[in-house]
């Protein structure tokens, strides 16, 4: 047990899922897991530990933001002994061509500043998804059906962005979209020398404005967590 997982040994699988929303944690275990048990629910984080296709998962919230997921991944790692660890969240694209209800595979995630940035002092670490776990999920989203896109993503630490200039120069190298928390559990992967994915569901656009209506949310976002639960035992 830890200060911020209620997770006693043994609770936590080694592959683990990690939405941004607890509730969406929940929904993700009550329909894809069976036998799903809620093994910690400490400041309402919640994280619960089923099986899928006869695999140990562990699907655990980590909060918004590098700050929130920093704690988790830590503590998932470190105390718990998680080896592969998914990201599934939403994203708002930055390119023309990728769309609304489009699947993002996070190849590497730039950003300004992280709890990891400090260590680095001078350097500009580039952290990177798992190239194993890549593979898998580009293969594995084929199979549902969902169109894909693989590149650079930018972790912002802020949700309200007021830095236009820098938005139009990460689209201007291709960035595919915006979130918050996939280049701390990249960098806490190497660190750690687990694997790491985020596999990221457009839920809105920078350009064009448009947002996926709640009521349609369940069915793209049930696709990211299919792509990632493939790949983890691909």
Known sequence: MTFHIGAKPGDIAETVLMPGD???ARWAAQTFLKDAVLVNEVRGMLGYTGTWNGHRVT???SGMGMP???IYANELMKDYGAQT???IGSAGAMQPHVKIRDVVLAQTASTCGSP??????ELHFAPCADFGLLMAAHKAAALVDVTTHVGGIYSS??????RPDLTDQLQRHGTLCVEMEAAELYTLAARYQRRALAVLTISDHLLTHEALPADQRERSFGDMVTIALTAAFA
Do not use: K, W
Request: cysteine-free; hydrophobic content about 30%; overall charge positive.
């Open 22 to 24: 607890p509730y969406r």
């Open 59 to 61: 699907i655990q919230g």
């Open 68 to 70: 929130s997921l920093s």
């Open 85 to 87: 660890l998914i990201r």
């Open 116 to 121: 990891s940035r400090s260590i680095f002092r």
């Open 157 to 162: 630490d802020t949700f309200y962005d007021e």
